[in-house]
Nanobody, 127 residues
Framework: VQLQASGGGLVQAGGSLRLSCTASRRTFSSLNMGWFRQAPGKERQFVAAISWNGGATYVSDSVKGRFTISRDNAENTVYLQMNSLKPEDAAVYYC?????????????????????WGQGTLVTVSS
């Protein structure tokens, strides 16, 4: 599975961006999808995830109420709508894909839950 993330860029604090991640796999609808981010000098952290059928979504407390994850299985794409951006949201954002039945006992906010990772897209937020 190849993942191509896009949509990053420079935005002022309070602004919005929508990230997209398109997967090469035909059976995209069987993949759990997640977004993680990594700021300079910091560990990669969970941002949001959506189950293979879109029936469950998860967001980290730090972005709750501001970020929304969604998916379009017909387009093999997962989205991360980011509103009310803050300077602390600046990071490289990575999308990740996990096979539906891969380590189902792990929560969605765990990196090990995901088999495939995209190259990342940079989000910069100016204050």
């Amino acid at each position: 599975v190849q993942l191509q993330a896009s949509g990053g860029g420079l935005v002022q604090a309070g602004g919005s961006l929508r990230l997209s991640c398109t997967a090469s796999r035909r059976t995209f609808s069987s993949l759990n999808m997640g977004w993680f981010r990594q700021a300079p000098g910091k560990e990669r952290q969970f941002v949001a995830a959506i189950s293979w059928n879109g029936g469950a979504t998860y967001v980290s407390d730090s972005v709750k109420g501001r970020f929304t994850i969604s998916r379009d299985n017909a387009e093999n794409t997962v989205y991360l709508q980011m509103n009310s951006l803050k300077p602390e949201d600046a990071a490289v954002y990575y999308c990740a894909a996990g096979l539906q039945d891969y380590l189902p006992g792990l929560p969605f906010n765990t990196e090990r839950r995901y088999n495939y990772w995209g190259q990342g897209t940079l989000v910069t937020v100016s204050s």
